[in-house]
């Protein structure tokens, strides 16, 4: 049995969509401003975008590993980057003997430092190192959610090749496995590859924005090639050099993945180098890859979701099924108890709501807030018809079946 | 193939065995003092011994969450714990307003706070509730390796009941599972229920105390009872208070994990209550259950090794078989690859050393360092004798068998 409650009300502060049903579904909690927890519910989508992730980052060659949290002065001295002029959104703090430390904001940086252990030489490249591990950032506002907040996992793979050439054959292995992730978690028809700015790090940078009128950023799409610039280096100049013409489609989006050319910026700066075949020294040719699991969960609460609630794709659905139990008599609970184990034994996710003393409306508004793909009715009616009412989510009218053949269908998403 | 590459040396201010032997082997990488890496050998380690803490935390029923990092004043002044003189090994820092923040030392308090939203009656009640997040130690010295670092991931259940009667039935299972779960990583033989002091949360708790020469405690065990007793509260007051009587045997150990009864110190300071049947309002009752996977994969090293290496029980060991190819020719390459697939293809966890220009020596050395539990040998000789030469860690003694055998046998394990 969860511990957690479905609400009414999210918090009075809360004004972003996906928290709102997060918190009053159950997924999350708010602890403060920026800082949620995931809660059983919630956790089990988080896993399963991770997984997803991670079978994403294996099949292009990602190891992963797990850096820590605390970083230290002398890894982002070299790029200038503890500076919080140039970085304004470290969280720092000491160590008793008043070192400073600082919260992890990315990696790039721990990452080249410790690869100068392991790369000496042509023959260790190329490598694609990747982990899940928290980023914190001092956000002057959190208002959106899940979507941007003072701390949350990020998956960021660094890639390190012997030159540009090797590096870009990567990073388009890269985008594709980004647009499966991004199709894999059901919102791959409404997100743009995107060209950007660079940020902190490089002068361009490739953004995945999906479309929602909730998102931050501003993107012009090209539908015939399939791209979209950035508002920020929307000028014809970029549009020549990336040999776009024709028509634009100015969009409201939000930024779910992002990818960099590093280029040797790090590894001049920390000294990661490799001996070529010929013995010359070279600084190694780098690039970052980040996407955040919550993030990602957030955009698909903005974007599939009705004015009941969240109707998950079934890849990171935190059940397959939601089995209602309807009316508090003996027979149904009953005959509800041998559909789940039913389930069970087949391995089929399921969630079941015995709770007594409520209505149908209210277990109904439930499984609706909640959007588990299917739903699954047990009451008098489905009984007298000889089995149990399945439903859709996304569709309107269900249809009872027998148990064998719920069993059949389900077994098979 | 790994990135990672094992050294001869470990970095000159390591003094711990567990360090030593991870960093040589490529399981950890070291930061700075008190924060390391895990690589991907050390991260399947890790990963092993979190599924194994989550198997026995799911089986006494506790559901998983995930709270946050950072942690707000208003959760750890109701307990007058935000005080640095009360707890002294806060990590604090800022907000951009100047709103101070703490890292994680511990979750008590913000899980209490969250289930006050969940929690309403006597129905609800009892919960058992788990998280994997890491916490933040400002500790003044590091030395131990991974086993006392200034940030570590641990898994810590709260659990919530009606009254100290039902509590302490849950208490007496999360014993159960604590033991299993020392004895499904390799060191239940060794580790001993110790009865301690409470620390900053309770008067008194238990913790596992594993025998290591190395370690930073002193116990004294009782081995009728098989119970140990920590020096700080050795007295006779304590032993008559346990029933023990008899003899004590004074040993070194670590503490791998802790239990404590908190009762309602958190739950009265927070507000945490719940109706009675009886339309009473009462405090709920708490206990809390640690153990740091990191702590548990140092402490198996420790006791776990000799002078060539470590030794890993198969359970949480990064691979089933290390697999050699001896010798730079052809014939060998082509026999090693064809066995090596073949495990693959059956499912067996294998690490393959291919490099080439390796004496045999160099690589015996290194898969003695890294502790695989069966390393199988293609070589000339093997070749010669109709098959592969496979050896445990842990004897000094191989034998050849052919592949059909070797793939039957490490099926099994």
Redesign the interface.
């Known amino acids: 049995m969860?511990?957690?409650?479905t609400k009414k009300e999210a918090p009075a502060d809360e004004v972003s969509r996906n928290a709102e049903l997060l918190i009053r579904g159950?997924f999350i909690?708010k602890?403060?401003s920026g800082?949620?927890?995931?809660?059983?519910l919630g956790?089990r989508v988080?896993n399963k975008i991770i997984s997803i992730i991670r079978e994403e980052m294996n099949n292009i060659g990602g190891?992963?590993?797990?850096?820590?949290?605390?970083?230290?002065k002398s890894t982002w001295e070299p790029t200038n980057q503890w500076n919080d002029n140039e970085v304004d959104v470290w969280?720092?703090?000491?160590?008793?003997?008043e070192t400073e430390?600082g919260?992890a904001v990315t990696h790039e940086a721990?990452m080249t430092k410790?690869?100068t252990?392991?790369?000496r030489s042509y023959k260790?490249l190329p490598?694609a190192?990747y982990h899940f591990q928290?980023k914190?950032r001092?956000e002057?506002r959190a208002k959106s959610g899940i979507m941007r907040t003072?701390?949350f996992i990020m998956k960021d793979l660094y890639s390190f090749n012997i030159n540009e050439k090797n590096h870009l054959e990567f990073y388009e292995k890269a985008k594709e496995a980004y647009k499966n992730i991004f199709k894999r978690v059901g919102i791959g028809h409404i997100t743009y590859l995107t060209f950007a700015s660079g940020g902190m790090f490089s002068k361009f940078s490739h953004e995945f924005q999906t479309l929602t009128s909730t998102g931050e950023d501003t993107i012009y799409i090209n539908e015939e090639n399939n791209i979209a610039i950035n508002k920020e280096v929307f000028t014809d100049k970029i549009k020549k050099s990336l040999g776009l013409s024709g028509n634009f489609k100015e969009a409201k989006a939000v930024e779910v993945g992002n990818i960099f050319t590093l280029g040797t910026k790090f590894s001049d700066a920390l000294n990661l180098k490799y001996q070529t075949e010929g013995g010359e020294n070279k600084s190694v040719f780098m690039g970052s890859y980040g996407i955040g699991p919550g993030r990602v969960m957030g955009t698909v609460v903005e974007v599939l979701s009705d004015d009941k609630g969240i109707i998950w794709p079934s890849s990171i659905a935190p059940f397959t099924v939601h089995l209602l139990a309807l009316g508090d008599d003996k027979e149904i609970s009953k005959e509800a108890v041998k559909v789940y184990e039913s389930l069970l034994k087949a391995n089929i996710e399921v969630l079941f709501d015995d709770r007594t003393g409520m209505s149908a409306g209210e277990k109904f508004a439930d499984a609706d807030l909640l959007g588990i793909p299917w739903r699954a009715v047990v009451s008098t009616r489905s009984i007298s018809e000889g089995g149990i009412e399945i439903k859709k989510r996304s569709e309107e009218k269900g249809k009872v079946i027998p148990l064998d053949e719920l069993l059949k269908m389900l077994a098979s998403k």
Chains 1, 2 share one sequence.
């Open positions: 969860l511990f957690t409650k159950g909690h602890e403060m800082v949620y927890s995931y809660l059983p956790l988080f190891q992963e590993v797990l850096l820590g949290a605390l970083q230290d969280f720092k703090t000491k160590l008793k003997n430390l919260l721990p410790m690869l252990e392991f790369i260790d490598k190192i928290i914190f001092n002057i003072r701390e």
